[in-house]
């Protein structure tokens, strides 16, 4: 069992203690002043007198020393305990504690019962001014608390890049360990803190960092796995980590996994050399251990990815109940499998070869008599589709190259991340797979396998993702096949009585599809296929007069650059849906589309500022009093509901 290096999840969090700053108004220096007792005025009543007496001197002494005392006592009563700084420290009421502690400088150094300093809660929290105002007053920047944990462990917890790069500027130790062992960069790990982790990559020895291990001799790989966390396996093996490595317990990175029931990263183990069939100290591979664990989602994938490329034994076949479950994930893994994606594209240039060899055995010798203006486009809307077809299906969609290792878009983050520039860094623009920096546009495409500039969706039917660089061919081609399918089926209607004549409707049926089984096939296949086309051109129509994406519209519940939350009353918020990339119309979005080709870039602020909230009643889960949602210049492309892949077998990856 890991150990969880958390014990500083158990200090009070900010907003545990209700504290306000009025409660300490009183701690102010000038009511401190008020509270002194003129200690003149027993002289100057002595003055206006006969001399006094030594035994009168002797009282007066008296009650004087009795004064101070009280003066001293109400002082020591109105100044702040250490637990009071603490309190507003954990509610981030920093400006009362800076003022109290300009007062009472010796409260700088004061702990609280766990051994927590001032500046570890203010690493917590991410107050990156107190942070300095603490290092400035003297506080060992190293401070260790009674679980030997540091301030840069707590800002690295809560992933407080600022907090830490102040800590790092004033030389804090990456490398001390905490009661467990773990470092700095282990506790981001496990709460999967990419920034610290990068700031941390940026400020310190890459592979001194990634060796470090805790007392069980879990490196931060391990922890990674353990959690199931992808990105940061991801990230660990970018630096170098060995994904291989052996803690105290004889266990891989992969054994970790599986004791933590996280099938999602043992592909990504097993993809970087991980050895299954490894066993640990107990003698067990992490098959045994899923298998003693009771974890079958664990145990089938184990199974599938160790078996993959072998054939399956004959014997071992699936009890009867199980056949239609093991049925239904072969086609999905099917459909997966890029090689598999052939066939549809495959199965679109038979249906047109079909369709031209039946027109030109059966139809054009009478066709051009007949139906002249819809031979003539039939005959030139084929040709045409082949070559649209073609030019979507091999052309480049968009594609963002692969940035290599040492020269990516982990670098520009880390140097963001390392710059007091304090400039926003969206890690969720940062795609772990090629490495690249994604536009507000760009998708990585899991069947393309690289980034798609202006994503659109995967097209199973051409096997290839439409973008930036096809997205017009793909319209064009949607265009082309309706036209000349609707053009075949008139001509096989109108043609068709004079290639047949029979008194009956039933006859005359039985006679094309005994005399013409190929007409007959084709024309029931178009009158399929023809309206899902024309569907499909009208709904990309429409996501271009409104410029959106077919990805867009499925996932913009997901996407925060389409949401804003504005001001609708007093102290009610509200969140709006806005289309960023409208650029003030159909008509200018229209040309957006075909002809000023700058879809990615956001549309002019007179049109995005334009909120006209319209309350549809649909929740959306927001933090403001009011959890509906609008639409702005209605062009909200589902008000909030998903309605599903489109039907014609597109669909946004």
């Known amino acids: 069992m890991v150990a969880d290096s958390e014990d500083v999840t158990r200090a009070e969090t900010p907003g545990d203690v209700e504290v306000v700053a009025e409660d300490f108004e009183g701690f102010d220096v000038e009511d ?37 005392k009280e003066v001293v006592t109400e002082e020591d009563a109105s100044a702040p305990k250490a637990s009071d700084i603490f309190m507003l420290a954990r509610q981030q009421n920093f400006t009362v504690a800076t003022k109290l502690l300009e007062n009472y400088p010796h409260l700088w150094v004061a702990t609280d019962e766990d051994g927590h300093s001032l500046l570890h809660w203010a690493s917590l929290v991410g107050s990156a001014e107190f942070v300095e105002k603490a290092l400035e007053n003297h506080l060992e920047v190293d401070t260790l608390a009674n679980n030997l944990q540091t301030p840069l462990m707590w800002a690295a917890l809560r992933g407080h890049c600022r907090a830490a790069r102040v800590l790092m500027e004033h030389k804090a130790d990456m490398q001390l360990k905490d009661s467990l062992g773990a470092t700095p960069l282990i506790i981001a790990v496990q709460h999967a803190m990419y920034q610290t982790m990068l700031l941390l990559m940026a400020r310190g020895n890459k592979a001194t960092l990634i060796a470090d291990k805790d007392k069980n001799g879990c490196s931060s790989a391990h922890w990674a796995a353990y959690k199931g966390d992808l990105t940061a396996l991801r990230f660990l093996a970018y630096f170098g980590a060995d994904l291989c490595a052996l803690d105290n317990a004889g266990m891989q990175p992969l054994h970790r996994a599986a004791f933590g029931s996280q099938s999602s990263v043992i592909e990504f183990l097993l993809e970087n050399k991980a050895d299954p069939l490894l066993r640990n100290g107990d003698g067990k591979t ?3 251990i899923a298998e003693s664990q009771a974890d079958i989602s664990m145990v089938s994938t184990l199974k599938r990815l160790m078996n993959k490329g072998k054939s399956t034994d004959a014997n071992e076949a699936p009890a009867e109940g199980k056949q239609k479950k093991l049925l239904a994930k072969r086609i999905q893994e099917a459909m997966q499998d890029n090689r598999a994606h052939i066939v549809f594209p495959l199965f679109w240039v038979v249906c047109v070869s079909l369709s031209m060899v039946q027109y030109l055995t059966d139809l054009r010798p009478i066709a051009w008599s007949i139906a002249p203006n819809a031979s003539m486009c039939f005959e030139f809307g084929v040709p ?26 982990v670098e520009e983050i880390m140097r963001k991340l390392n710059s007091p520039s304090q400039e926003a860094v969206d890690m969720s623009r940062l795609c772990t797979t090629t490495w690249v920096i994604k536009g507000l546009r760009s998708k990585y495409c899991v069947q393309t396998r690289a980034v798609v500039d202006e994503f659109d969706h995967y097209c199973i039917w051409l096997n290839c993702a439409i973008g930036k660089s096809n997205h017009r061919p793909f319209i064009m081609l949607a265009v082309c096949e309706c036209f000349t399918q609707c053009c075949h089926i008139y001509l096989m209607w109108s043609l068709t009585g004079t290639l047949v004549t029979a008194q009956g409707l039933g006859s005359w049926l039985y006679g094309v599809i005994t005399g013409y089984p190929l007409l007959a096939l084709m024309f029931v296949l178009h009158c399929f296929t023809a309206p899902w086309v024309c569907m499909l051109f009208l709904h990309q129509t429409r ?26 009353g007093p102290n009610r918020m509200q969140r709006i849906y806005r289309n960023p990339f409208n650029k003030g119309g159909w008509l200018r979005n229209f040309l957006d589309f075909w002809w000023f080709r700058n879809r990615s870039l956001q549309g002019p602020p007179e049109v995005l500022n334009k909120v006209m909230p319209q309350n549809h009643g649909h929740s959306h889960g927001s933090n403001s009093q009011n959890h509906g949602h609008s639409c702005q210049n209605g062009d909200c492309p589902h008000h909030g509901h998903d309605h599903g892949r489109p039907s014609h077998g597109h669909g946004a990856v």
């Open 32 to 68: 401190t002043k008020s509270a002194e007792v003129s200690r003149s005025q027993p002289v100057d009543e002595a003055k206006t007198t006969k001399l006094a007496t030594s035994d009168e001197v002797a009282e007066q002494s008296s009650q004087i020393s009795h004064q101070k």
């Open 286 to 288: 992490c098959l045994d």
């Open 384 to 409: 045409l589709s082949l070559l649209v077809f073609a030019i979507t299906a091999f052309g480049d969609p968009g594609k963002v190259p692969a940035r290599p290792i040492g020269n990516s878009g």
């Open 543 to 568: 996501l271009v007069l409104m410029n959106l994406t077919t990805n867009e519209m499925m996932n913009a519940g997901r996407y925060e650059h389409f949401w804003t939350l504005v001001e609708v």
